[in-house]
T-cell receptor, first 111, second 113 residues
Framework: GENVEQHPSTLSVQEGDSAVIKCTYS??????FPWYKQELGKRPQLIID?????GEKKDQRIAVTLNKTAKHFSLHITETQPEDSAVYFC??????????FGPGTRLSVLP | NAGVTQTPKFRILKIGQSMTLQCTQD?????MYWYRQDPGMGLKLIYY???????DKGEVPNGYNVSRSTTEDFPLRLELAAPSQTSVYFC????????????FGEGSRLTVL
């Protein structure tokens, strides 16, 4: 079955700097890769996703890149702000299966 | 739309007790899921359903049961609670299932003592 690894487990950056979180997956059939943000005590919410026919997707300060050959995808946050502090989860999915989540990355944006 | 609603938000159980976590969604989604979240472990799928009357096991189904008699409701039953079931439980739904956004409930924090 699918296995998703995520690094780093914790990340601290200064406000205004960039943050990068990387995930690797094992099943080459996976074709959908969402990222969820979970603020402290809140529910996870989708922030961006990418499908396997696309190499990069951007939404304002957030971008996701996908390398199908290497089976890894990354979340990039630019110009970080204190409200970006949260736990971020990546996930991988292929048709007919279920989402498999990474263990999460706790991002702290220091003022 | 209320989205996905879970109850209760908090519950303390004694070992061996049973309880049901309720989940209801008002988005007419066919797909519904139950996850548990342990510290540093991400979200693990317990059970899922692709429509009323259909349920299937996920990654960690032992000690749990579900039913799906209507599109809206997907309760999770814990029988004979054990300390290992102490966790935060999230119900979720999606429209497209395989490649659709998961809409999560607010979570239910369960402690088994």
């Amino acid at each position: 079955g699918e296995n998703v690894e995520q690094h780093p487990s914790t990340l601290s950056v200064q406000e205004g700097d960039s943050a990068v979180i990387k995930c690797t997956y094992s099943d080459s059939a996976s074709n959908y890769f969402p990222w969820y943000k979970q603020e402290l005590g809140k529910r996870p919410q989708l922030i961006i996703d990418i499908r396997s026919n696309v190499g990069e997707k951007k939404d304002q300060r957030i971008a996701v890149t996908l390398n199908k050959t290497a089976k890894h995808f990354s979340l990039h946050i630019t110009e970080t702000q204190p409200e970006d502090s949260a736990v971020y989860f990546c996930a991988a999915h292929n048709y007919g299966q279920n989402f498999v989540f990474g263990p999460g990355t706790r991002l702290s944006v220091l003022p | 739309n209320a989205g996905v609603t879970q109850t209760p938000k908090f519950r303390i159980l004694k070992i061996g007790q049973s309880m049901t976590l309720q989940c209801t969604q008002d988005m007419n989604h066919n797909y519904m899921y139950w996850y548990r979240q342990d510290p540093g472990m991400g979200l693990k799928l317990i059970y899922y359903s692709v429509g009323a009357g259909i349920t299937d096991k996920g990654e960690v189904p032992n000690g749990y049961n579900v039913s799906r008699s209507t599109t809206e409701d997907f309760p999770l039953r814990l029988e004979l609670a054990a300390p290992s079931q102490t966790s935060v439980y999230f119900c979720a739904s999606s429209e497209q299932g395989s490649t659709g956004e998961l809409f999560f409930g607010e979570g239910s924090r369960l402690t088994v003592l």
